[in-house]
Each structure stands twice: as C-alpha cells, then as structure tokens.
C-alpha cells in the first residue's frame, strides 16, 4: 500500500494490498471473480484477534494513497470528495505535481480508484464511519465478523454479520474456502457466493444505487485484494498468523468497446378493417 507519510504503523503489522493488472475489464458488462482463503485456527493467538481480507474492482494500478486499519487499504478520502487539486495536508500548503510538474487533480467525472469493494472484517470496523464525511455506523453499532461493501463514493452500501448467511460460515478454517463475487447489470447489483460442496450458495445479492452513468472511464477495470492485521491497536499480540489466497479467477469482458445490437422483428400481421357504405333515407314499410 501507498501509505500517507504521516501514517505510523505498529511494529510487526501487516497491511498488503495488490492488483491483477495483466488484464482489465470493461465494467459496463458483468464481471465474475472467485478465491480461495485459509487462516488456519493454529494462526490465531487471541480470542479477540483482528484481521480483515477483502476484494476489489479499481481503475488504477495502484492507489495514490491508502490507509490501513479499518479502511483496509481504501484511498484516503482525502482524494475523494470532488473535482480539486491535491494538496499537501500541512501548511503552508502546496499544490502536489508529478514528476513533470503537472498538478494532480481529481476529476468527479471520470473513476479514478475504487468502483466497489467487498471486505470481510474479524473487528467490523470497516462498517465504521470516519472522516471526511466517510459514511457507515457508529461504535454501538459495529457488527463482529461482518462482510461489508462499499461503493465507488466510499459509501456503506451492505453491512451484516456472516452468521446471519450460513451458522458455519467462519473467517478462520483449516481448510480453504472458495468465494465468488458476481458485478452485474452495469453495476446494479453484485453477489456473494460461497461454494458449499460442489455448488455455490448465494450469501446475498446488493442492489448498488445505479449512478455509473455519471462517470467515464468504466472500460478499464482491474480486480484487486487487500489484507490487514491488526486492525485497530498497536498490540500485535491480537494480529494472526499466515493467511493464504490462492486460486484467483476473473471472467469478464476484455476490451473497452461497448458491444450494440439491434434486434428486429417480423412484420405484425392484422386484419384490415372491412370495407363499408354509409346509405340514407330508408324506411321501414311495417307488415
């Protein structure tokens, strides 16, 4: 991760995050990926360990500033909060360029980072609210063992325990789980699947607020994953141990021309009104 520089992380703590950028997708059509996730019980030293994994569709490569903890790798927001130039956070404050001396700006038009993310969270803490007008819930309403989405504004859009999806569904096995993540309907709606045996088994599907058309940029979308221990204390005594992902697998659509078809029908067929003359002044002669 891109940390900012005024982040000080707790000895020994893990925060990983990292892009599939072989391949990007177009995110006007559906996107299905899928993984595998282990953390051994023997990797947990603490009844009240904190750990978060979660997975990504983004824009870029890399983000330009993520923070960990809670926000497990999120752009700062910072950077998310309309069309400005960036600017260092001290005073006296100065524009931040590139290498050329070309200010960077955010453009609330065009998708630069995230466009949703789902994480599944030991603490609950990414369900939590924070700066910046960073929407989610408050202290007393923090969901342990939760799988919680946000959107491409950083909005909670899902926040639940994953008891209430299956009583056995747990973040720590001895055995790797596989995980499937449907985006679908040009962004409307996406689905978390858990594969039970042989077959997968809808966790829950999201209506997403279908705002996309605002945006451009959708055609170049890569598929992303985040891990992170501890949490919310700089006690390493509460990370865990090895955690393993493996098996990562993308379908999608690989180019960024938006595909159009017009369909046509045969002619309807109907039966023309019957011809007709209108006649007058006739009497009826009675018998």
Sequence with gaps: MAFPSDILLPSDARYYQFVETDLSYNSNYDIVWSLQFKLPGDNVYHSNYEYAFGTFLTSLTGELSSLPGQYVGDTDPELTVGESSLTTDQSPLSSITTEGEINLVIDSTTLSGQLIKVVFDSTGLYGLSGRDSRSGVGEHQIKRDSLCIRDYF?????????????????LTSNEFQTLRVRYANLGTKISIDKKINTRYQTLTTVELPFRLKEFNNLSNIFVGYSFCTPISTQNTALSVGDFFLKNAHIEGLETNEVLTETITSAPLVFNPNTSFTTVSNITAIPT
């Excluded at 926040?159 to 209430?164: F, G, M, P, T, V």
């Design 154 to 170: 950083n909005d909670l859009v899902f926040y639940e325990h994953l008891s209430a999806f299956s009583p056995t569904f747990s």
